[in-house]
């Protein structure tokens, strides 16, 4: 079994729908807990980062971490064409340097 | 602007021979990371070094080499010894040092074919 499960989609919205993205993981020593954005031919970039359990909101994007059931989301409201792209969960341990595991990522599509 | 700087963004090699990805960052960031990407597969960690002129193989190591002569610079060395190169080259750095989040930054990548 993966540490980190994520649906690798492919995803197709319209635009204008709220979109949610989900991954589960089976280390419960994960606290830190992040999503990447990643553009095709391009390199990932950090978009949310939340620690431990809760909600963090941003604009149009929402992460939520549920420890109890080990389940991550991010939510797009208002989704745009500009929001197409590769959407990768990641986490880690504290503790200085641990190791980042990521999602294989869910790719999405914003219809116009 | 500060970031990191990955080169070349493509490369093409016969099979047989040795290649070195550049990875220049300007962050001041004391840890470094190569990862590739492969279609179904995300983010495999190939070597990471947390400070200059120490390094780690990280989870698929065989057939890579790396150095760390200086923070700044992290290149890795593809060899003939890795059987399947072809693949989506990144590398990131990390700030932050004993209370690093996880935040990342990473390059644009580099994409080897071997032909």
């Known amino acids: 079994q993966k540490e980190v499960e994520q649906d690798p989609g492919p995803l197709s919205v319209p635009e204008g729908a709220i979109v949610s993205l989900n991954c589960t993981y089976s280390n419960s020593a994960f606290q830190y807990f992040m999503w990447y954005r990643q553009y095709s031919r391009k390199g990932p970039e950090l978009l949310m980062y939340?620690?431990?359990?809760g909600n963090k909101e941003d604009g149009r994007f929402t992460a939520q971490v549920d420890k109890s059931s080990k389940y991550i989301s991010l939510f797009i409201r208002d989704s745009q064409p500009s929001d197409s792209a590769t959407y990768l969960c990641a986490m880690k341990r504290p503790g200085g340097y641990q190791k980042v595991t990521f999602g294989i990522g869910t790719k999405l599509q914003v219809i116009p | 602007d500060g970031g990191i700087t990955q080169s070349p963004k493509y490369l093409f090699r016969k099979e047989g021979q040795n290649v070195t990805l550049s990875c220049e960052q300007n962050?001041?960031?004391?840890?470094m990371y190569w990862y590739r990407q492969d279609p179904g597969q995300g983010l495999r960690l190939i070597y990471y070094?947390?400070?200059?002129?120490?390094?780690q193989k990280g989870d698929i190591a065989e057939g890579y080499s790396v150095s760390r002569e200086k923070k700044e610079s992290f290149p890795l060395t593809v060899t003939s010894a890795q059987k399947n190169p072809t693949a989506f080259y990144l590398c990131?750095?990390?700030?932050?040092?004993?209370?690093?989040?996880?935040?990342?930054?990473f390059g644009e990548g580099s994409r080897l074919t071997v032909l």
């Open positions: 939340t620690y431990s359990s």
């Open positions: 990131a750095s990390q700030g932050g040092g004993g209370e690093a989040t996880g935040e990342l930054f």
């Open positions: 962050l001041n960031h004391d840890a």
């Open positions: 070094s947390q400070i200059v002129n120490d390094f």
